[in-house]
């Protein structure tokens, strides 16, 4: 049962350092989503990307934070130069096609110390 | 902003009993109303879900009630049971993108639900 895979699962950096975030859809699904999860708070979108192209990154801070979806290999969330307020639980999500239910993976929980 | 306001923010309802979260929307695009259900140190779950011409669903112990002309719709969980403890997120679809859209959700900020023995 091949759901959705994100690693590493706890992820702990230093400020200024950099974090890779890496989301392997379900097999087949080629729509991925990034959400991040604040202490208390709900889910807040970030970015929806298909194979190699970016749709929608309305939800993402215009510095530091880059997304990208190759044509092979997973959705890698990356965060340059991090600092304490970074600090999150960043989930993906994919689809098979748009506007159809998304699957979420476990997440990946970013401590920046 | 595009909100979805969500309450209470915590709840504890004894074993057998009837769990009531609520939510409100404002922007009337919203067109798909999933709830989600996640424990801790998991992601979300899909719970179930309703759209909009739609006033009432039913899986199960798990029913959403819809009001359109209120923007309002809320999730009830029958007979609780313990294993029911998590916490709960309403959310909402808005399209937005280009081409075939995007499946962009708006989550309330959750509800932790403690069912007791």
């Known amino acids: 049962n091949a759901g959705v895979m994100q690693n590493p699962r706890h992820l702990v950096r230093r400020r200024g350092q950099e974090a890779r975030l890496r989301c392997s859809p379900v097999?087949?699904?080629?729509?991925v989503y990034w959400y991040r999860q604040l202490p208390e708070e709900g889910l807040k979108f970030m970015v929806y990307l298909q194979k190699e192209n970016i749709i929608d990154e309305s939800g993402m801070p215009k510095e530091r934070f880059s997304a990208e979806f190759p044509k092979e290999g997973p959705s890698i969330l990356r965060i340059q130069q991090v600092v304490r307020g970074d600090s999150a639980a960043y989930f993906c999500a994919s689809s098979p096609k748009a506007n159809t239910e998304a699957f979420f993976g476990q997440g990946t929980r970013l401590t920046v110390v | 902003q595009q909100q979805v306001k969500q309450s209470p923010q915590s709840l504890i309802v004894q074993k057998g009993g009837i769990s009531i979260i609520n939510c409100a929307y404002e922007n009337t695009a919203f067109d798909y109303f999933p709830w989600y259900q996640q424990f801790p140190g998991k992601g979300p779950a899909l719970l179930i879900a309703?759209?909009?011409?739609?006033s009432e669903k039913k899986e199960g112990r798990f029913t959403i009630s819809f009001n359109k002309s209120a923007k309002q719709f809320s999730l009830h969980i029958m007979d609780s049971q313990p294993g029911d403890s998590a916490t709960y997120f309403c959310?909402?679809?808005?399209?937005?993108?280009?081409?075939?859209?995007?499946?962009?959700?708006?989550f309330g900020k959750g509800t932790k639900l403690s069912v007791i023995p």
């Open positions: 959310a909402a679809t808005l399209r937005v993108g280009s081409g075939a859209g995007s499946y962009q959700l708006t």
């Open positions: 309703i759209r909009p011409d739609v």
């Open positions: 097999k087949g699904h080629s729509h």
